[in-house]
């Protein structure tokens, strides 16, 4: 209608710088696997490397592995939940399984050339997405540190006021764009 009034919802991007230009040094004593890619969602976590060439695999995808995949791709909602990480070959940080990495907060790593054949399945690895790096093994010092990182303001009557809002403004409510209630009218947050 003419006279709609139609809500975009948009989110910035602090994540589109190439991650090598702000990578840490490499942590001494651990094995590199891969390195690169751009950051869709910032952190650093471990798990079992899972492999993913079709959405059927997705089936048997185990809670606290990393999924590891050629492309990015919106199907990988169903599993977010249970990843510890995603890594794949190719995507974009503008893309919307991006914005679902970001709205469910799983560290995420994409436009990793190669991940899927240097990365082996079933290999336990740390991904640490703000150096672009993928080491072999668990890294503690890189995940204790990533769990020591505090809240913006935490603990403030300013983080509480934000947290109430957000509540109400920040959720996706429309997470998968191939089903059939995807479109504007079915949109519930603000």
């Given at each position: 209608?003419?006279?709609?009034?139609?809500?975009?919802?948009?989110?910035?991007?602090?994540?589109?710088?190439?991650?090598?230009?702000?990578?840490?040094?490499?942590?001494?004593?651990?094995?590199?696997?891969?390195?690169?890619?751009?950051a869709?969602?910032?952190?650093?976590?471990?798990?079992?490397?899972?492999?993913?060439?079709?959405?059927?695999d997705?089936?048997?995808?185990?809670?606290?592995?990393?999924?590891?995949?050629?492309?990015?791709?919106?199907?990988?909602?169903?599993?977010?939940?249970?990843?510890?990480?995603?890594?794949?070959?190719?995507?974009?940080?503008?893309?919307?399984?991006?914005?679902?990495?970001?709205?469910?907060?799983?560290?995420?790593?994409?436009?990793?050339?190669?991940?899927?054949s240097?990365?082996?399945?079933?290999?336990?690895?740390?991904?640490?997405?703000?150096?672009?790096?993928?080491?072999?093994?668990?890294?503690?010092?890189?995940?204790?540190?990533?769990?020591?990182?505090?809240?913006?303001?935490?603990?403030?009557?300013?983080?509480?006021?934000?947290?109430?809002?957000?509540?109400?403004?920040?959720?996706?409510?429309?997470?998968?764009?191939?089903?059939?209630?995807f479109?504007?009218?079915?949109?519930?947050?603000?």
């Amino acid at each position: 209608a003419k006279d709609a009034l139609i809500i975009l919802q948009s989110r910035p991007l602090t994540a589109l710088l190439d991650v090598a230009a702000a990578a840490s040094p490499p942590v001494p004593g651990y094995d590199i696997l891969a390195q690169g890619g751009q950051a869709a969602c910032s952190g650093v976590a471990c798990g079992p490397v899972y492999r993913a060439v079709n959405e059927d695999d997705l089936d048997g995808f185990p809670e606290g592995a990393v999924l590891v995949a050629a492309h990015s791709s919106p199907q990988f909602m169903v599993v977010m939940k249970r990843a510890a990480a995603i890594v794949a070959d190719h995507g974009s940080v503008t893309g919307h399984m991006a914005s679902l990495s970001r709205e469910f907060q799983v560290p995420t790593l994409l436009g990793l050339s190669q991940a899927t054949s240097l990365l082996p399945p079933g290999e336990v690895v740390t991904v640490d997405v703000g150096a672009g790096r993928v080491y072999r093994g668990r890294v503690e010092s890189l995940l204790a540190e990533a769990a020591e990182a505090p809240a913006l303001m935490a603990g403030t009557q300013v983080h509480a006021i934000l947290a109430e809002v957000a509540r109400r403004i920040v959720p996706l409510t429309l997470l998968n764009p191939k089903a059939p209630e995807f479109r504007p009218e079915n949109c519930t947050s603000l």
